[in-house]
């Protein structure tokens, strides 16, 4: 499938807070560790969804992405030029109590920040840790993807340019074809699991996140690309595949779903 360039850098010298096998995190007492549950779970650090491998503390039911365990204490992105990025375990706030002024809202997905995030102190700008991890180059199928925070076209999915129904108002970011064809809001695709997860998707399946993924795209995709005259079985393919790529990004393991995208590029 070729490699997946990355679209942020850490600071020059700079080192995570963690060594050897990472096994401690400055916010919880004991050590975690890494582990892989075929089941979803909510991230202690971002406080948002995840499934499949992460770093967990058995004894106090507490588990962190990959993404906010390892997250670098300095960070820069592409799309906010000679701004420097710093994670902070809890949102900054405006007044000696959470209010509706200080609720804060990610730059990527503009969903709320409530746990784990990076911070530009100058511009007022937050990303989750899973979104900051959105490479910037994604080839699927001989067709390169490129992330995008300006897009023309409408979403495959949502028939929309930007994001709807966002309280923050933020566009979203995308990832766009060179040509033209695709175009999917990251965020779309995790409505989709988390609509799914919250409508009983993901029980029954014996907790495999991956077997309850894989029935929950069809009908969803059916759904979303009913009425789309574009049918073909590589357009179909391609916008599974994409699916599959970003939810597991978001979701803090990408490992998860790149094993299902092997089978799609490979299955007749």
């Known amino acids: ?8 850098s850490s600071s020059s010298g700079l080192r995570s807070w963690f060594t050897g096998r990472r096994k401690t995190h400055p916010i ?8 892989s ?9 971002c406080k948002e969804l995840g499934f499949g491998a992460r770093y967990r503390c058995d004894k106090c039911n507490f588990d962190l992405h990959q993404d906010c365990m390892l997250a670098a204490p300095i960070a820069h992105h592409d799309f906010f030029k000679n701004s420097t990025f710093k994670i902070f375990h809890r949102p900054p706030q405006k007044c000696s109590y959470y209010c509706q002024d200080c609720q804060r809202y990610c730059d990527a997905c503009g969903k709320p920040v409530r746990g784990f995030h990076y911070h530009c102190e100058k511009e007022e700008w ?6 900051r991890n959105l490479p910037n180059n994604l080839p699927i199928e001989n067709i390169k993807f490129k992330l995008r925070n300006k897009v023309s076209s409408k979403c495959i999915w949502c ?10 108002g933020i566009r979203g970011w995308s990832y766009v074809s060179e040509c033209k064809e695709y175009h999917f809001h990251v965020q779309c695709a995790m409505d989709m699991v988390i609509d799914g997860w919250r409508n009983g998707a993901f029980n029954n399946q014996d907790g495999n996140s991956l077997a309850a993924l894989e029935n929950l795209e069809l009908p969803l995709l059916r759904q979303h690309l009913s009425g789309n005259r574009r049918s073909s079985s590589k357009f179909t393919k391609v916008v599974k595949i994409v699916f599959k790529t970003i939810v597991g ?3 803090g393991d990408p490992t998860v779903v790149f094993t299902g995208i092997v089978v799609d590029l490979v299955a007749k």
Do not use: A, W
């Open 249 to 251: 990004i978001l979701l």
């Open 159 to 168: 028939k929309k340019k930007n994001l709807e129904g966002t309280v923050s």
């Open 126 to 131: 937050d990303l989750h840790p899973c979104c």
């Open 1 to 8: 499938m070729g490699q997946v360039s990355s679209n942020f």
């Open 28 to 35: 919880h007492r004991h050590k975690l560790e890494l582990k």
């Open 37 to 45: 549950y075929k089941k979803p779970y909510n991230c202690d650090g």
